[in-house]
Structure formats: structure tokens, C-alpha cells
């Protein structure tokens, strides 16, 4: 079907220079080549330059974790799209369950960011997720349904993170996983890469990553720790 596997990380509000310098050493170094996975990491915005130089010129390509949804103007402490793509990001975070639940990202607004990145020559990786209560509501078609109704979708990622198994060990089995990808491949079809994401470990990835409609994932927690990172990069090639 020709679409791309993905493993991003997500650093969240992680890192230092001397310990990004050491990661992406490691990283640049044992990235399996020519397996058909791409390595990314989206890094926290002032680590951009330093990145972007360590980086260039590798298979390892980088991104962002947020990005403004507007142009320029008096927004104190945001980011553009513009400004993301001078540091030659490939690609950017959008509508993280974090930035939803603990700064009130609204549908709305996760929308017109994807828009924005989109414009800016960016792909977006759109996350969509429900919480442990919406599943036990068995809800969860609807709210993921209802995030990605939200966006204008084309030329982007999707990320399905269940908000449940999100830095908490609890991750979905294969089998939830498939199922809430089989759903959304009906609704994105079969050129866009849906990665999975929610405690994805060493020791579980390859069995997320074997069913059919996970084509990569995105990781929090162990994309801080090279080796745990490589592994679950190798447990998505081919
Ligand atoms: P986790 O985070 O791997 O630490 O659960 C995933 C994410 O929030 O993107």
C-alpha cells in the first residue's frame, strides 16, 4: 500500500543539551537502515537548532510537540508554523491528550494548528484518543470519530493514544489496538500511516506493531532511553 512506517518520539518536557547530544548520538548511530521505518523525534521548541544540526544530514529526521495556530501577531509564548519549518522540522505534534486536557485544546483549535503546519510544509501528526471513562462508556468510536471529523484531514499522521494507557504501563492489547485502527483506516483509508501510542515498551511493541493497521508508534517515556528506543524502531521495520 506504499504508506510510511513511523516511530516518533515525544520528549515531552524532557531533555538538556548534553543529554539530547548523547541520545541522538546513540540514535544516529544504531537506526536500522534501508528496513523501511523512519526514526523521528519531537523535541521541546528552544532544543530546535541544536537538533536540527546534530541531525542533518542522518536518517533521523525531527519535529515539534505544539504548534500556534496562528500566523504571527501578540500571542506571548507561542510558536509558529513558519517558525517550526525554518528549523526544518518534518514534523509537528497536534491535539496531544496533554495539550487537550491540561491546556483546553479544543477540537477547534487542534484543527485550524493542523491547518497551520500543514500550510507551512509540515506534516502533522494528529492525535485522537478517549478517556478510560468514554471507553467504559463504549464511546470510543465516537470521541475518535469526533476529533478527526474535526480536522480537515489529508497529507497527515493519526496517532491513536488511548488517554488511559498513557504514561501509566497500562497499554492497550494488540487486539484494542487493531480495533480502534481498523475503524479509523475506514475513515483516512489505506495511504495514511495510523502509528499507535500509550506505553509502547520494548517488550510490547512488536506485537502492536504486527497488526495490520499500526504502522509505527508514538513514543513518550521510552524514547528518553536509546537502547529502549532502538528496539522498539527495530520491532517496526520490516
Ligand atoms: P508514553 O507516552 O509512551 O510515555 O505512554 C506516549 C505519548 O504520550 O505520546
Not at 523521528?40 to 529526521?61: H, I, M, N, S
Not at 484531514?153 to 487486539?175: C, K, M, N, Q, S
Request: charged fraction near 20%.
Amino acid at each position: 500500500m506504499g504508506r510510511i512506517r513511523l516511530v516518533a518520539g515525544n520528549w515531552k518536557m524532557h531533555g538538556s543539551r548534553k543529554a539530547n547530544r548523547e541520545l541522538l548520538e546513540a540514535l544516529v548511530s544504531g537506526v536500522p537502515q534501508g528496513r523501511g521505518v523512519e526514526c523521528t523525534v519531537c523535541v521541546p521548541f528552544p532544543y530546535l537548532g541544536e537538533v536540527a544540526g546534530q541531525l542533518k544530514g542522518t536518517t533521523v529526521t525531527w519535529g515539534a510537540q505544539n504548534v500556534s495556530e496562528h500566523a504571527q501577531g501578540a500571542y506571548t509564548g507561542e510558536v509558529s508554523a513558519a517558525m517550526l519549518a525554518e528549523f526544518a522540522c518534518r514534523y509537528v505534534i497536534v491535539g496531544h491528550s496533554e495539550r487537550r486536557q491540561l491546556y483546553g485544546e479544543s477540537d477547534a483549535q487542534v484543527a485550524a494548528k493542523f491547518t497551520a503546519a500543514k500550510a507551512a510544509g509540515m506534516t502533522p501528526i494528529l492525535c485522537v484518543g478517549e478517556t478510560l471513562q468514554e471507553r467504559d462508556a463504549g464511546r470510543t468510536e465516537d470521541v475518535v470519530a469526533r476529533q478527526l471529523g474535526a480536522v480537515k484531514f489529508d497529507g497527515g499522521v493519526l496517532a491513536y493514544e488511548p488517554v488511559w494507557a498513557i504514561g501509566t504501563g497500562r497499554t492497550a492489547t494488540p487486539e484494542q489496538a487493531q480495533q480502534v485502527h481498523a475503524f479509523l483506516r475506514g475513515r483516512v483509508g489505506p495511504g495514511t500511516a495510523i502509528i499507535y501510542g500509550g506505553s509502547v515498551k520494548p517488550q510490547n511493541a512488536g506485537a502492536i506493531f504486527a497488526m495490520p493497521d499500526v504502522d509505527g508508534g508514538l513514543i513518550g517515556g521510552a524514547s528518553l532511553v536509546a537502547k529502549d528506543f532502538l528496539d522498539i524502531v527495530k520491532a517496526a521495520a520490516k
